[in-house]
């Protein structure tokens, strides 16, 4: 089975960048689609980023379009998503997954058991 550990979430101001990273650990591990959800409070899971294999495409939802940057590092079964003008609509709890396949648009079905999620808190 494979283990997903999100981590470099923090408290910002707006404005401020941060970059978190996903780990997946266990057996071997090749999802064609990596990507970024998020949940914020009282509101349900929402894609954020996902990227394809060979990193040569990728894919964002309207409202983070040029301040997130999402990349992948195969080698080490990594995600990461660069965040940069973050704003206080940010703010919400990461989580990343994978998938065998994706649409048009980059979203896919997240198809691993969920991690904790890293916190993402944008100040005002």
């Known amino acids: 089975q494979v283990q997903l550990v999100e981590s470099g979430g923090g408290l910002v101001q707006a404005g401020g960048s941060l970059r978190l990273s996903c780990a997946a650990s266990g057996r071997s591990f090749s999802y064609y689609v990596m990507g970024w959800f998020r949940q914020a409070p009282g509101k349900e899971r929402e894609f954020v980023a996902s990227?394809?294999?060979?990193?040569?495409?990728?894919y964002y939802t309207d409202s983070v379009k040029g301040r997130f940057t999402i990349s992948r590092d195969n080698a080490k079964n990594t995600v990461y998503l660069q965040m940069n003008n973050l704003k206080p609509e940010d703010t919400a709890v990461y989580y990343c997954?994978?998938?065998?396949?994706?649409?048009?648009?980059?979203?896919?079905?997240?198809?691993?058991?969920w991690g904790q999620g890293t916190q993402v808190t944008v100040s005002s």
């Open positions: 997954n994978a998938g065998p396949s994706a649409t048009t648009r980059g979203v896919f079905l997240p198809v691993l058991n």
């Open positions: 990227i394809i294999r060979s990193g040569d495409s990728t």
